[in-house]
């Protein structure tokens, strides 16, 4: 009754919605998450398919994004149960690594390290959407269609400072739109390092939500890598908040997606908190990658400091939007925002925003951004010491990549991010 | 060290020469021998660093007259890289910030690029560590140098030193100093300048651009050419730096343009 009805919402607000593959395989309703599942669905049987008239979408290659939802849904159940070609570093990890892949729990078989436990239904249900609600991305397009198809949650519970590093490995399907959510509580003075790793496939779609409540005194360092492929593409929002004197470190990557979209939400709540913040795009071929990213200081003396890099080459596209939101309790907050941008070819696109919503009086924000070429100086310098032109440029993207490959947490060395991020620029 | 028998290094005749379409070089000739220093001196504007960049071929100067022979092969229809390649090296006056790249490998490819052109083996990542660390006594330079990104950070002293270790490394047969002597406090002034000393051959020739006097006191140049107006004013030995650090350069250009009063 409910899938009749939405089919009839669809139909009058956005035929592509209705007749997507994704739509029509969604299953109804149903379990612990059906609540979360029909908002969603509500959501989005009000507000139809994105437009170029919505701010946040007005880049945005929309043709791109509806084609992902011609790809059906895959349940996250058993009868999915086919795991292959997930290419795992071969190379020794001295953390603890978790791969979610479409129709696997996990946590099977599985010994949660000391310092890990894992959230029970109960205490899922008491927290799941809190970040989101803090955040204020409830509203937001990305995240209604995470809650229209999120059919298993997994939830930790991170408590002690000397813990290993966890990497969490998330898994597409080729031909299939998959799903993945994450909640994660980091408590108070924990100090921890995650990585996570998005792999797409060919013709895949991954649509991941993750929520972490980072406690008072606690430090994480977060690496995010979403490593594409042809024709995939994934679309992630990673909502943080930081309690009081807590430190949030985090360092991503995106490439080879030929639509990816990434949407940090962070709000340090009660100030005295920092935040640094490393991004970098790679576009080729005809890619479209996207980095947003919007901070609030709910609190005075937060700091943040951000610096957002992205290669253009071919005919792709790199969008950047950075929001940086001080209100009036926020007084004596620190800020600073730098977008730095290379379009190495005629044919590419960067489009970078800065946005500053600044109320509070005693503050200091700063931010600038740059699109350019590989400077000339630089590369003659390079040429003068009978380097090659050749050589010189792979020296020059190799070190404007090193300033945020270096920053991701340890684990990301042992997926060789540098030398694939340079394959064919 | 004069040797008129010794091997015709560099030779440049009527050079002229521009940037963004103003003519800088108005008719430069110089030859410069096997074993040679040769000091160019000047006002800020007289063309000096112009000459520079034009020797190492910097895509921004236009050479639009004249030529430069550079072991009797024209070295204008060269790619800076090339140039670089056959043993021209230009100590830059404002060495550039390459920031994550580390100095560590960008001068093993560059050193290996030169050894290539020598039809030397090239040096893989632990033999260049073993060459570079002897180079790094030569400048008194603390090993932590290579950790970090190319000039990333380094002060003005520092920047030139590594100008010298690149020198040191490649070995070049004609080496251009621009300014190395500009950042420099006596001390460091005093090992750059032992580097320099260490690095000149016989076989070799050394241009050394500079406003002073008190880097020859470290360094002796067989020739000091006074540049003014694009060209070379006057050619003297060095006690025409002497002169220059006495009197300026006034009564020079005073003189040379004289003739054309009415």
């Given amino acids: ?425 | 060290m004069i040797n008129p028998d010794a091997e015709l290094i560099l030779e440049i005749s009527d050079l002229h020469a521009s940037v963004d379409d103003q003519p800088i070089l108005k008719g430069v000739d110089l030859k410069i021998h096997a074993g040679e220093i040769h000091a160019v001196m000047g006002r800020n504007g007289s063309g000096k660093s112009t000459l520079s960049k034009v020797l190492a071929g910097h895509p921004s100067y236009k050479v639009s007259k004249g030529k430069v022979l550079f072991r009797g092969e024209d070295l204008l229809v060269l790619e800076p890289e090339v140039r670089a390649r056959i043993g021209v090296f230009l100590g830059f006056q404002y060495p550039v910030e390459i920031p994550g790249v580390s100095n560590l490998e960008f001068l093993r490819v560059s050193t290996n690029s030169r050894r290539k052109q020598l039809e030397v083996e090239e040096l893989d990542p632990f033999a260049f560590e073993e060459l570079v660390r002897s180079r790094l006594n030569l400048l008194q330079m603390d090993p932590i140098f290579l950790e970090r990104s190319v000039n990333e950070g380094f002060s003005g002293g520092e920047k030139k030193r590594n100008e010298i270790l690149q020198m040191a490394l490649l070995e070049p047969i004609f080496s251009i100093l621009d300014e190395t002597d500009s950042g420099l406090d006596i001390d460091a002034l005093r090992i750059v300048a032992a580097g320099v000393n260490e690095l000149s051959k016989k076989e070799t020739a050394i241009l050394l651009i500079t406003h002073y006097q008190r880097l020859l006191n470290e360094i002796t140049p067989d020739y000091v050419h006074v540049m003014g107006f694009g060209k070379i004013l006057r050619t003297g030995g060095s006690e025409l730096a002497l002169e220059l650090e006495k009197s300026g350069y006034e009564w020079l250009e005073e003189e040379s343009v004289s003739p054309l009063r009415p």
């Fill in chain 1, 1 to 425: 009754m409910v899938r009749r009805r939405i089919c009839i919402a669809f139909k009058a607000v956005s035929m592509s919605f209705h007749d997507s593959k994704w739509f029509n395989s969604l299953p109804t309703p149903k379990g612990d998450l059906e609540k979360i599942q029909r908002r969603g669905r509500e959501y989005l049987d009000l507000i139809g398919m994105p437009k170029k008239s919505d701010e946040a979408w007005r880049f945005t290659d929309l043709s791109r994004l509806s084609s992902l939802f011609n790809l059906p849904f895959l349940l996250n159940n058993p009868t999915n149960k086919i795991r292959k070609n997930i290419p795992l570093p071969s190379s020794k990890f001295e953390g603890f690594q978790l791969v979610i892949s479409p129709g696997f729990d996990p946590l099977e078989s599985v010994d949660l390290p000391d310092g890990f436990t894992q959230l029970s239904t109960a205490e899922l249900d008491g927290i799941l959407g809190r970040t989101i609600d803090k955040c204020s991305c409830n509203d937001e397009w990305l995240v209604a269609v995470n809650n229209s198809c999120t059919y298993r949650v997994l939830g930790l519970r991170i408590n002690g400072d000397n813990l290993p590093p966890l990497e969490l490995v998330l898994d597409s399907r080729e031909d299939a739109f998959v799903a993945t959510r994450i909640v994660l509580i980091v408590e108070s003075k924990t100090k921890f390092d995650l990585f996570q790793v998005l792999l797409g496939k060919n013709n895949s779609a991954h649509s991941h939500l993750l929520e972490m409540h980072i406690g008072s005194d606690a430090c994480v360092n977060h690496g995010w890598l979403a490593r594409g492929t042809k024709e995939s593409g994934y679309f992630a929002t990673l909502a943080i908040e930081q309690d009081i004197r807590s430190q949030y470190a985090f360092s991503s990557v995106q490439e080879g997606w030929s639509f990816g979209r990434l949407e940090q939400k962070i709000v340090q709540e009660s100030g005295y908190a920092s935040t640094a913040l490393r991004g970098l795009q790679v576009s080729k071929g005809k890619e479209q990658i996207v980095n947003n990213s919007t901070i609030r200081f709910d609190g005075p003396e937060g700091v943040l400091d951000q610096l957002q890099k992205a290669i253009a080459v071919d005919y792709s596209h790199s969008i950047f939007n950075g929001s940086i939101e001080v209100p009036r309790i926020a007084q004596r907050t620190s800020a600073s925002q730098l977008s730095r941008n290379l379009l190495l070819s005629k044919h590419a696109r960067i489009d970078t925003k800065p946005q500053l919503k600044i109320v509070a009086d005693d503050v200091k924000c700063t931010h600038g951004a740059t699109v350019s070429q590989l400077q000339e100086e630089q590369v003659f310098y390079m040429l003068s010491r009978g380097i090659s032109h050749e050589d010189a440029m792979r020296l020059l993207l190799k070190g404007y990549c090193e300033e945020i490959v270096r920053t991701l947490p340890v684990s990301g060395s042992r997926w060789g991010v540098l030398s694939n991020l340079l394959e064919g620029v």
